[in-house]
């Protein structure tokens, strides 16, 4: 149980262009999703927090004009990189709750999508 | 910023116990520790949480300290496939608190 999908697991954009990234529980339903960003060997960096049915909550130094977050149900959210730029290129990752669980259920993470933006 | 410490590396002998340590010295009453694994190009893995009690599950064991200033984690046969980093993670309940935040991690190496 417990199953986090994210799509695409990779993908290569030019420079200019929007990317969407989704992200599913497929098991259970979430009402609060985490959005990270990892760079070559550095740790895992919160991005922000993605709300169902209200706005994402942007962690400071993350514009959010640049990366859109949507959690449009239970089950989806969605990020967005806008006019992605070679620098944008990361490995990104979401997370979520299982909202039936506790406040100290475990949180559980999709595979990442990589993202190279030429 | 993170609220643990851990060595950044340790290596382990396949077949073996590894014992991974973590300290978090100002880790408040109500929370908990977690741990997670990364394998290369993968997404975290949760691997165990506790309070203040030893846990077990399939994966590990978790021992904390009385004064819950430390932990280890307890994989006790380790294998080739348990190479990975490791992120030991202090969180707290809902309001506010709930989001992960990861630190530098370990880097556990298990030699065959």
């Known amino acids: 149980g417990a199953v986090v999908s994210q799509h695409p697991s990779r993908v290569i954009c030019k420079s200019g262009t929007s990317v969407k990234i989704e992200c599913r529980s497929l098991d259970f339903q979430a009402t609060t999703m985490f959005w990270y960003r990892q760079f070559p060997k550095q740790s895992l960096m919160l991005m922000a927090t993605?709300?169902?049915?209200?706005?994402?909550?942007?962690e400071q130094g993350v514009e959010k004009d640049k990366f859109l977050i949507n959690h449009a149900s239970l089950t989806l959210s969605t990020l967005t990189v806008t006019s992605a730029h070679p620098e944008d290129s990361s490995f990104y990752i979401c997370?979520?709750?299982?909202?039936?669980?506790?406040?100290?259920?475990?949180?559980?993470f999709g595979n990442g999508t990589r993202l190279t933006v030429t | 910023d993170a609220k643990t410490t851990q060595p950044p590396s340790m290596d382990c002998a396949e077949g073996r116990a590894a014992n991974l340590p973590c300290n978090h010295s100002t880790i408040s009453g109500n929370e908990y520790v977690y741990w997670y694994r990364q394998i290369h190009s993968q997404g975290p893995q949760y691997i165990i949480h506790?309070?203040?009690n030893n846990e077990t599950n399939e994966m590990a064991s978790l021992i904390i300290t009385e004064d819950r200033k430390s932990s280890t984690l307890i994989l006790p046969h380790a294998t080739l496939r348990d190479t990975a980093v490791y992120y030991c993670?202090?969180?707290?309940?809902?309001?506010?608190?709930?989001?992960?935040?990861f630190g530098k991690g370990m880097k556990l190496t298990v030699n065959p």
């Open positions: 993670i202090v969180r707290g309940p809902q309001g506010g608190s709930e989001k992960l935040v």
């Open positions: 997370s979520a709750r299982d909202f039936a669980g506790t406040g100290f259920s475990p949180l559980h």
């Open positions: 993605s709300n169902e049915g209200s706005k994402a909550t942007y």
């Open positions: 506790g309070l203040k």
